[in-house]
């Protein structure tokens, strides 16, 4: 390893410091608060009511399956592993819900319809790949327009939880 030239220290790495680091500690606590991802109203309207048509009707509404999927996301987690932490968390919570199996997950994903695509003006594709991660879990290119308004919905929410408020030292 080569160490750089005197000359070439200006360009070395910049350090910075954070002013409000208890504020983005505690919005930093908040993410991984499942309050935060599944929230009463998502609870609420889990089941869809009856629509009196012939035929199937559907079990999950739009948002249990937007719940499911950006719980998914937020914890990279697999499919299969998802439809397991919901059944452990409605067990946890005594609640008596029908959780998606994966494979209703993997169909419905490409059929969201409320989902809405807003981003805020601090999104960089840098906090995607860091936090959402590097690649589309998607194969089809309307599960993955999905998927990324899915991401976007999430980085909004970590945005309005807490941002550092950092500055140059050196």
């Not at 910049?14 to 919005?27: D, F, H, I, K, T």
């Not at 439809?83 to 494979?103: M, N």
Request: a positive charge; aromatic letters at 8%.
């Amino acid at each position: 390893m080569k160490y750089p030239k005197r000359s070439q220290y200006q360009h070395a790495k910049s350090q910075y410091r954070v002013r409000n680091w208890p504020e983005y500690e505690a919005g930093l606590k908040k993410r991984g608060d499942l309050t935060v991802w599944l929230s009463d109203d998502a609870l609420e309207a889990w089941r869809v009511p009856a629509e009196g048509k012939p035929g199937g009707q559907r079990t999950y509404s739009d948002v249990a399956i937007e719940a499911a999927l950006t719980i998914r996301m937020v914890f990279h987690l697999p499919l299969r592993q998802t439809e397991g932490f919901l059944r452990s968390l409605a067990q946890l919570l005594k609640v008596d819900l029908p959780i998606p199996d994966h494979t209703t997950l993997s169909r419905r994903l490409t059929k969201l319809s409320g989902v809405r695509f807003r981003s805020l003006p601090t999104d960089r594709p840098i906090h995607y790949k860091t936090i959402i991660g590097r690649s589309m879990r998607s194969r089809t290119f309307d599960g993955q327009c999905v998927e990324v308004q899915l991401a976007n919905k999430i980085l909004n929410t970590m945005t309005q939880l807490g941002m550092p408020d950092s500055y140059r030292v050196a």
